[in-house]
């Protein structure tokens, strides 16, 4: 299991777009899950919608790339032990389905399977459910960069 703070030191994401909680499964290279919990106070509720809040589908999406961007650095970060996180930058989303609105006081169990890794780029399986039920599934390919400082 990793935490918030040692997901920190594995990705470049910050508040108010890290979007996963903790990681409840890892196997570093190959797959990852993730939690996000969901609460009415997130900053995209304000507009999105103020009197019917769900959760941006953009953002969900987002919440999986990073569940999968932990599961490739968490090897390299095993690897040297530094932690150099790499940003992981979008080449394509593919076949993604939105089955199920994602609303405050929801669990978003998000799941990441590197299916391949080659020459810097990843493409993952990834899907996101609350409660059992699928709220996103499709693939998604991103490429490594390293974070410049």
Do not use: W
């Not at 900053?43 to 103020?50: D, E, N």
Request: glycine fraction near 8%; avoid cysteine.
């Amino acid at each position: 299991m990793l935490t918030n703070i040692d997901i920190r030191k594995i990705i470049p994401h910050r508040y108010p777009f890290l979007l996963v909680d903790k990681i409840i499964e890892i196997d570093a290279g190959k797959r990852a899950v993730g939690i996000k919990n969901v609460t009415a106070n997130e900053p995209f509720f304000q507009g999105h919608f103020p009197e019917y809040p769900i959760m941006p589908g953009v953002l969900i999406v987002e919440a999986l790339a990073q569940t999968a961007g932990i599961a490739v650095n968490a090897e390299a970060a095993q690897a040297d032990g530094e932690g150099e996180a790499k940003l992981g930058v979008f080449a394509s989303i593919d076949g993604m389905k939105f089955k199920k609105q994602v609303l405050p006081g929801d669990t978003l169990r998000l799941e990441a399977e590197i299916l391949s890794a080659k020459m810097g780029v990843v493409k993952a399986k990834v899907k996101a459910t609350v409660d059992d039920k699928v709220a996103a599934e499709g693939e998604i390919r991103f490429a490594m960069t390293p974070v410049k400082k």
